[in-house]
């Protein structure tokens, strides 16, 4: 009896040794759902001590803090206790679940590995009123505020978005903020008004205290949709300087820094329908204030001679959201596709300028041709009413030329008749005889023989050269990686270079290019193609660090695109990087 109360004995200390020597390594986050405005706090607790604590990459935080390490040891009743931990202070950058990555640290020769963190992070909360606290203090002295020209424009109709932040005299902002969040305008025609990065310092109100204030963007929208449209809102992450609670050798109080995650708010605007009350037939969506006007170079000309006749509308308004209307002149002028220009100018009223259409006319018989009036309708948000302009009447005079039976010109100083020519009046002629010669040579010993004997003779030579070719071409290991770079990269682009005349097709084309790309090359899918992993699976794939930028900015120029318009020449300028960047991609990847 008494050796088995021994056995037990033993077996349960032993138990108790091996189970108060097992390695514990464990991640634990101080709240497992927080807003993006607020702070986590992660700390990574270990019972033993180790080397090469190696953190996970944090993606989708910012660290503010840390590490910060504390360690433990004691002794109780000769047992000993040992705990180390590495806390990290952490700022969400953007919203949804976030999943913190593992961490590792070796422990007498073994790796360790804590198991991933899942949190939440969701819109901003409202954060506790402590004056002493310098996150509060610093939320409660600086504010982005966009102001909205005008809350219920109509269809078409400009307003003007401006970001403002105000700091007040309490706190100061030493240090360049950071954008986390840009709005889309995703039912907007939308253009910045470039500041270069000037900002001006204002004195202002803001709930009616005193604060500076500086304006970071302003923005003009068009709104291409009625009803409510929301515009979303521009997050910043701000430094702050603010007074902290501990004061220097001469009792100032020292000056302690904050990062702040500021947003502006998102903004609801009502978009009124344009009335039906008045519209005018041929209206094609016109807003503003406009003139109009119709011209030519020159009214008299001769036969085959050009002239050029403009259509031009010029003001203020949605200059570059309608077309012009059209010119229908007599079919015996020959009118070419018009050359649109555009000479706009976009302020923080909007946009301003003119819109031309030239045609080039060519008059092919003599006589007198009539340009109707043509009208041009727009609504004017002033005064809620439509407005149409009718352009004059003018003729062109064509003087010398041949006449068309379809055009007769009474002249009285012309006494003799006209002739008209009808395709009657040569249909007996005719004009194919197919005529064969009498006598036809033969084809023994023609030219033609002797070519087809001897010229697969002349041609061994050809092909002994283009074999010669063949296998340099084929020993050429580097030259045949780049042509295979690059026509690679021609087959994904050939539908954007398709619509490289079109700027949004294009665009749609190129980003379509660039992901199928993807897939083929890192065999991901569409839904994670997200920049920060692709970036970081081609830097895996030994791609330069250069390339791989040039790759992620194509990317945010199709995203970009879609809610602003671009020129031929930013068009031609990213088809060309996109060739350079996929040859480059195609030469480095492993």
Same mark, same amino acid.
Request: hydrophobic residues 35%; charged residues 25%.
């Given at each position: ?50 080397? +090469? ?19 433990? +040891? ?227 000309? +001769? ?288």
């Amino acid at each position: 009896m008494k050796t088995k109360s021994f056995l037990f004995l033993l077996g349960f200390v032993l138990c108790s040794i091996a189970a108060t020597a097992q390695v514990q390594f464990d991640a634990k986050v101080s709240k497992k759902r927080l807003g993006i405005n607020e702070r986590l706090r992660i700390d990574f607790e270990m019972n033993q001590d180790g080397d +090469n604590f190696r953190p996970p990459s944090f993606d989708g935080f910012r660290v503010v803090g840390g590490p910060n390490q504390s360690i433990s +040891n004691s002794w109780i009743n000769g047992k000993r206790s040992f705990s180390k931990t590495y806390s990290y202070f952490l700022a969400p950058q953007t919203r949804g679940k976030i999943t913190i990555a593992q961490a590792t640290i070796e422990i007498e020769g073994e790796t360790y590995k804590t198991l991933p963190v899942e949190v939440e992070v969701t819109a901003a909360v409202d954060v506790p009123k402590d004056g002493n606290n310098a996150d509060y203090v610093a939320s409660e002295n600086v504010h982005l505020v966009a102001e909205v020209s005008k809350a219920n424009p109509y269809l078409n109709e400009a307003i003007t978005v401006t970001y403002k932040l105000y700091v007040s005299h309490d706190v100061s902002i030493t240090s360049q903020w950071r954008e986390i969040d840009t709005p889309k305008y995703a039912d907007f025609w939308s253009q910045n008004i470039d500041n270069q990065n000037n900002f001006k310092v204002y004195e202002g109100k803001y709930n009616g205290q005193d604060y500076r204030y500086v304006v970071l963007r302003t923005t003009v929208l068009y709104p291409q949709k009625t009803g409510e449209l929301e515009i979303e809102p521009l997050t910043l992450d701000i430094p702050i300087d603010v007074q902290g609670n501990r004061r220097d050798i001469f009792g100032r109080r020292v000056m302690e820094r904050v990062n702040k995650t500021i947003s502006a708010g998102k903004r609801t605007i009502n978009v009124k329908p344009l009335p039906l009350e008045g519209k005018p037939d041929g209206f094609n969506g016109a807003v503003g204030d406009f003139t109009f006007d119709v011209n030519t170079n020159k009214t008299q000309l +001769n036969a085959n001679e050009s002239l050029q006749l403009d259509v031009k509308v010029s003001g203020k308004g949605n200059l570059k959201l309608f077309t012009l209307p059209t010119v229908k002149l007599p079919n015996t002028l020959e009118v070419y596709e018009p050359e649109h220009s555009e000479s706009v100018n976009t302020t923080i009223g909007g946009m301003s300028g003119s819109i031309t259409d030239s045609y080039t006319v060519v008059p092919q018989f003599k006589g007198t041709y009539p340009v109707n009036p043509i009208t041009f309708s727009f609504f004017d948000p002033k005064t809620e009413k439509y407005r149409t302009i009718t352009s004059k009447e003018f003729t062109i005079e064509v003087g010398n030329g041949p006449i068309s039976s379809a055009n007769p010109i009474a002249n009285s100083n012309d006494a003799k008749k006209q002739v008209v020519l009808s395709k009657d009046n040569f249909k007996y002629i005719k004009l194919d005889a197919n005529l064969k010669p009498i006598a036809q040579e033969s084809f023994f010993k023609s030219p033609l023989f002797w070519s087809l004997l001897g010229g697969p003779f002349l041609l061994i030579p050809l092909f002994i050269l283009a074999g010669k070719k063949r296998k340099e071409r084929l020993n050429d290991v580097e030259g045949n990686k780049l042509r295979r770079a690059n026509k690679l990269a021609k087959k994904y682009l050939s539908e954007a270079k398709r619509n490289i005349q079109n700027p949004t097709a294009f665009y749609e084309s190129l980003e379509r290019a660039l992901h199928n790309y993807l897939k083929a090359k890192l065999n991901i899918e569409t839904s994670e193609m997200e920049k920060g992993l692709i970036s970081k699976m081609l830097l895996e794939r030994n791609v330069e660090a250069p390339t791989v930028e040039s790759f992620i900015s194509l990317l945010k120029s199709c995203e970009f695109a879609r809610y602003a318009s671009s020129s031929t020449a930013s068009v031609q300028q990213d088809y060309s990087k996109a060739v350079e960047v996929i040859s480059n991609i195609d030469k480095q990847i492993q």
